[in-house]
């Protein structure tokens, strides 16, 4: 199993250009989630999604947009970058059910918005 | 707003030395889990804990989440330079199981 992969693994944008990051889980989990990271302020939750179809919004989601078309991905759309969108960005995904809290997440995608 | 309070946000110590780690918030959690992040890469689980007052512990590593589920803390034993890294805390809340992370403690442990 290769877990949970991002790609890509860095990029730079320059502002007012759109891009799209994508998630892939191969442990069939239901649940998955992005994140962002930045220096000082642990990670934050963008958006999320409970199953195959369905999305929600997180902590932080302004300026971002998401898509579930799949279960085993999760795709993160940013439409018109911007400078403060500078950061690294995790995926992560859960199985359901309640025996287990664990996220298991993917090794992250670096972005630098000039 | 930050829920979760780790402190302190950077350790270093020597090897061999004792640490702990705290956790805070005024809101009560369903559990509350411990990270570890190493450079380039995502954090990975470290332990779980679910009910008030327990404790756990992963070889030189002992959680405690507190008896009102709002803290928790993390003490390192005869700290290595392999203990080196990013610990960060999260509480789960609600029924979709999204994480709140604290900011993180950068820990430094020299040989």
């Known amino acids: 199993n290769a877990g949970v992969t991002q790609t890509p693994k860095f990029r730079v944008l320059k502002t007012g250009q759109s891009m799209t990051l994508l998630c892939a889980q191969d442990m069939n989990h239901e649940y998955m989630y992005w994140y962002r990271q930045d220096p000082g302020m642990g990670l934050r939750l963008i958006h999320y999604?409970?199953?195959?179809?369905?999305?929600a919004k997180g902590e932080v989601p302004d300026g971002y947009n998401v898509s579930r078309l799949k279960k085993q991905n999760f795709l993160l759309g940013l439409e018109s970058a911007a400078p403060s969108q500078t950061s690294v960005y995790f995926c992560a995904s859960k199985e359901s059910g309640t025996s287990t809290y664990e996220q298991y997440f993917g090794p992250g995608t670096r972005l630098t918005v000039t | 707003t930050q829920l979760l309070e780790q402190s302190p946000q950077f350790l270093s110590i020597q090897e061999g030395e004792n640490l702990t780690v705290y956790c805070n918030s005024s809101s009560v959690f369903s559990s509350l889990q411990w990270y570890r992040q190493e450079p380039g890469e995502g954090p990975v689980l470290l332990v779980t804990v679910v009910t008030g007052g327990e404790v756990k512990k992963l070889k030189r590593l002992t959680f405690q989440f507190g008896d009102a589920r709002k803290d928790s803390s993390l003490h390192i034993t005869a700290a290595q330079p392999g203990d080196t890294g990013l610990y960060l805390c999260?509480?789960?809340?609600?029924?979709?199981?999204?994480?709140?992370f604290g900011k993180g403690t950068l820990l430094t442990v020299n040989p």
């Open positions: 999604s409970v199953g195959e179809g369905t999305t």
């Open positions: 999260a509480g789960v809340r609600g029924s979709n199981y999204k994480l709140t």
